[in-house]
């Protein structure tokens, strides 16, 4: 089983629209959680952290984290065409980090 | 949050030659860590590197086709050694700043062997 695991899509919604990315882990001991985005011949770029369960947002994206059921999960609202790209799901056991596969976003004009 | 800068960005190299990268931050870190992302791939951790001491290696990688340096807190290089068609890869130098507060990553080398 991997440590982290996401769907790696590809994911379609139009412009304007709620786009809801997901990932679970499987460490339960897991303390911080982390989304990166990344374009394609880019770097990856940490857009989001969250250690406590809840929702944490910022701007247009919203984190939810469930440590119970060990899913974290990504909202973007009001969806741009700039917002397509590879999303990867991290999360810091304490002694190592942990990167999912990524998941395509493609938001339709 | 740490800005760094790597170099080279791309390059193409022929089979059995060498290749370093490097990689300097404008704070310093106490660790440095080595990835590599093949194409339509995530990352995988090649190796962290700690100033002072010698580089902790992944499994599957070892020091001789990736050694590494680390002569001081803000600076480090990985070398591709014997390079081979399979090494063509994007290669990331990251750090942590803090503990749980995420890794930042450098611009990457996109890394091409013919």
């Known amino acids: 089983q991997k440590e982290v695991e996401q769907n790696s899509g590809p994911l379609s919604v139009p412009e304007g629209a709620i786009a809801s990315l997901n990932c679970t882990y499987s460490d339960r001991v897991s303390q911080s959680f982390f989304w990166y985005r990344q374009y394609s011949g880019k770097s990856p770029e940490l857009i989001m952290s969250i250690y406590s369960n809840g929702d944490k947002e910022d701007g247009r994206f919203t984190a939810q984290l469930n440590k119970a059921s060990q899913y974290v999960s990504l909202l973007i609202r009001d969806s741009q065409p700039s917002d397509s790209a590879t999303y990867l799901c991290?999360?810091?056991?304490?002694?190592?980090?942990?990167f999912g596969t990524g998941t395509s976003l493609t938001v339709i004009p | 949050s740490a800005v760094i800068s790597q170099k080279p960005s791309r390059d193409i190299c022929q089979r059995g030659t060498s290749l370093t990268i490097q990689c300097q931050v404008d704070s310093q870190v106490t660790m440095m860590f080595w990835y590599r992302q093949q194409p339509g791939q995530s990352l995988t951790l090649i190796a962290t590197a700690n100033q002072g001491s010698e580089a902790t290696y992944e499994s599957g990688f070892v020091i001789d086709k990736f050694p590494i340096s680390r002569p001081n807190l803000t600076f480090s290089t990985l070398t591709v050694s014997n390079m081979s068609p399979e090494d063509s890869s994007i290669y990331l130098c990251?750090?942590?700043?803090?503990?749980?507060?995420?890794?930042?990553f450098g611009s990457g080398t996109r890394l091409t062997v013919v």
């Open positions: 991290a999360v810091n056991t304490g002694n190592q980090f942990y």
């Open positions: 990251s750090v942590e700043i803090r503990a749980y507060y995420g890794y930042t």
